[in-house]
């Protein structure tokens, strides 16, 4: 069955270190999507792919970035970890941005502290 | 500013139905969809509207009103198990996806 990971699930770090958030999907999706949740507010876009080597940033972008190699990837990284973002992170593929095929599969989570 | 309005917490009795509301003001609109969000999981898709009315889903109807930038999500027969967060979610004219934060929904005994 196809499907969209993200690890690690959960992750530690300290204020300034570099963090790399993995996701893999093999649903073969052009769209992919960084999204990070946080109590009070909705899922806010971090930033966003709609095919290999295409990346856009989102409306919460400032401290990251992506890179997109392959159809498979989107790796999330924190240039310098700070405690405004610690968060739940939420990596999502679609095979379109409309209609019932604009449906969003996510994958588990990725809960990170930063101290 | 765009913007996306739901109740923040809800509470049901199971077997009970019961409505949750969400009201949007978003640059154009390209659809409207529902997700279900148990605690400490993913999100998961439960419907996209894109047209006025109601659509059906077994005991989830989701219902829109682009005039009044309203839309509702309806579950009928509550089980336990529907305790979970519904989010509501806008597609705008650039086809990004406007989040409301979300009503936890509370199904008691």
């Known amino acids: 069955d196809a499907e969209i990971t993200q690890s690690p699930r959960h992750k530690i770090t300290e204020t300034g270190r570099q963090v790399t958030l993995a996701c893999h999907q093999t649903w073969n999706h052009n769209n992919m999507f960084w999204y990070r949740q946080d109590l009070g507010h909705g899922l806010r876009l971090i930033h966003y792919?709609?095919?290999?080597?295409?990346?856009n940033k989102g409306e919460v972008s400032d401290g990251y970035s992506v890179s997109r190699s392959n159809t498979e990837d989107l790796p999330l990284t924190l240039e310098s970890a700070a405690s405004s973002q610690t968060s739940v992170y939420f990596c999502a593929s679609s095979e379109s941005l409309d209609s019932n095929t604009g449906e969003l599969f996510f994958g588990e989570g990725s809960r990170l502290t930063v101290l | 500013g765009q913007n996306i309005d739901q109740p923040t917490e809800m509470t049901a009795t199971e077997g009970a139905i019961v409505q949750i509301n969400c009201t949007y003001q978003t640059s154009g609109f390209n659809g409207l969809f529902w997700y279900q969000q148990h605690a400490g999981e993913a999100p998961t898709f439960l419907s996209y509207?894109?047209l006025d009315g109601l659509e059906e889903k077994g005991r989830f109807s989701s219902f829109l009103s682009r005039s009044k930038g309203y839309s509702y999500l309806l579950l009928k027969e509550l089980q336990m198990k529907d305790s979970a967060s519904y989010l509501c979610?806008?597609?705008?004219?650039?086809?990004?996806?406007?989040w409301g934060a979300g009503t936890k929904l509370i199904i008691k005994p």
């Open positions: 792919s709609y095919g290999v080597h295409d990346t």
């Open positions: 509207n894109v």
């Open positions: 979610a806008v597609m705008d004219s650039n086809y990004q996806l406007i």
